[in-house]
């Protein structure tokens, strides 16, 4: 697969492959095409005629991030400059869009209808997730609710999507592609509570992004509602501070109530719930293979115990 995304970036032109390789340079966790290959895989599948999907999944990832960083106006990702910080945002775009349209490309390349529309909904609600993130304000109502939906949409719909297809490809009945479909989802949850996690208590060298960069954008996620919700029952200051204009000389004030209060225990909480969710969907697979089994167990600690 890695030698496939190397020859996807080679083959562009000199613009692009120049993106492109600084972008897949041996960074990155591929835990969409993973899980795609296991719900793939069965010891008589010749899982190299599943490759070039696996591919198109780590695209669609990759091009949304450079979408995303654009959006968060990230400075780093993966422990360096994020690629409109280095070559701009027209350049972070667009080449988010090539990748877009190689990965589908490729996909069409299989002549599979129902698996085309399992990845076009996927995209389609990414987008939908992304967006009502953006909308969201401090002050929208039932904002925890919201917040499940939207990360459910960003998120978990992609993990659930790489199962769902994985099984479709590996030739697994309906049912069996809904019990991956829920361990995808359940999964994705959980690594998107983890992300959000990890944004206040992570270790910016681990993570390979700035600590407290979703507060610095006003990117609202679940540990900040948790303490917002809990500031409002007590004092009632805390959402007035994060739409203040001038607010960044509160911003340390702000990580402090953040990390005083019961929202990253609680993110953590809802992570494990979500796991627990997720191991269930395995245990309901019922001709499962064994080695699967155990590759689905330690990608699911790993998920929720992460650090990166
Ligand atoms: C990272 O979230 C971003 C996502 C999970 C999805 C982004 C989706 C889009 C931009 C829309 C779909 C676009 C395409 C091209 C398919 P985050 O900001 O919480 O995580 P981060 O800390 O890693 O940036
Ligand atoms: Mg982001």
Redesign the pocket.
Known sequence: MEERLQQVVEQAGPEISSVGSYIFNGSGKRVRPTLFLLAAYDSNARLVHYVDAAVALEL?HT???????V??Q?PT?RNKDTVHARWGNKVSILT??YL?SEAFKILVGYQEWPLMDVIVNM?KS??E??IEQTFATADSSELEERYFNWIGK??AS?FAGCCRVGKMLGGGDSKEQNHWEEFGYNLGMTF?LI??LL?YTGKGEKTG?PIY??LHNR?I?LPLIRSMKHASENKGTFPKQLHHEGSSSHFSEMVQAVLESDGPEYTYKKAQEYINLAEKAVDQMVTLNPKVKAALKDLSAEVLNRKQ
């Open positions: 669609i091009a949304s991030l450079l979408h995303d960083d959006i968060d990230a990702r988010g869009d877009l995209v990414m987008t997730g992304e960003k998120s992609f998107q992300d959000d944004d992004k960069g979703d990117v996620t």
